[in-house]
């Protein structure tokens, strides 16, 4: 017997996509935009010392270090706070989200990364708030009690203004890997040309990422990834540095 039902779906633009959607999109793209003003052009991720210590010279070897950072060091583990954040504050526990914030800001290997993530983190919190706050925003945030790092304070607003997580996580994805090779682009130099061909070739790196993140728990968090680590710990004292990390 067909079945039918009087509840219909949403309205759609000539686009395929609903009202919420197209909202959902111009938002992430917003936030997620080399041009929202959390700093992150002013950071290297520890790239700039790769760069002088001959680790990376050109853009095979921009898109070898960066692969590894994506899939087995910092990249995958920051996926995998933002997942871990967006869930909770979805359900509204309170309590694992502020442990969550709380493993997030400890689980930092260097003292230039820190600031680096936890000033991007707060300068995003702080424009979400201004010019994007929602139901709900500032009491998660509150919960936090201490440091917002930047993965978690990208769960947090997501989960609060409701927008899907494999979304969120792909942008997330995307603007780490663009600033990375923004910065690589810069030390190495590379031209724009091949700034693209390396971010057209990470494409299946992000995607395989993401997916690991967003089904990961907090148990899988780790690197494998010492060089990268230790290249942060080096920038601290490099002599000439353009980067604050």
């Excluded at 793209?29 to 010392?49: C, D, K, R």
């Excluded at 009491?139 to 607003?157: F, K, S, T």
């Excluded at 969120?168 to 663009?178: E, I």
Aim: proline letters at 4%; glycine letters at 8%; charged letters at 20%.
């Amino acid at each position: 017997m067909l079945m039918t039902t009087n509840k219909s779906p949403p309205p759609r633009h000539s686009g395929g996509m609903t009202a919420a959607e197209g909202a959902a999109l111009y938002r992430l793209m917003t936030w997620l935009s080399p041009a929202f003003p959390v700093g992150a052009f002013a950071y290297s991720g520890g790239i700039e010392w790769a760069v002088e210590a001959g680790d990376i010279a050109d853009a095979a070897s921009l898109r070898n270090w960066l692969a590894s950072m994506l899939a087995d060091g910092s990249g995958f583990c920051d996926g995998v706070l933002l997942a871990q954040a967006y869930r909770a504050a979805s359900s509204h526990d309170e309590a694992a989200l502020r442990e969550i914030a709380e493993l997030a800001a400890a689980f930092v290997p260097s003292r230039e990364r820190q600031l680096e993530t936890s000033s991007q983190g707060r300068a995003f919190i702080d424009i979400a708030r201004s010019a994007w706050n929602c139901d709900g925003l500032d009491q998660m945030v509150a919960r936090c009690d201490g440091a917002i790092v930047y993965p978690v304070a990208v769960g947090l607003v997501s989960a609060a203004h409701e927008i899907p997580i494999g979304p969120t996580m792909h942008a997330f994805f995307h603007a780490l890997t663009s600033n990375w090779i923004s910065a690589g682009a810069r030390l190495i130099p590379l031209g724009q040309t091949d700034s693209q061909r390396v971010l057209a070739q990470l494409e299946p790196v992000v995607v395989a990422t993401a997916k690991r993140a967003i089904e990961a728990s907090l148990d899988d968090l780790g690197s494998a990834n010492f060089r990268a680590d230790l290249a942060g710990m080096r920038h601290e004292t490099q002599y000439t540095r353009l980067f604050r990390s």
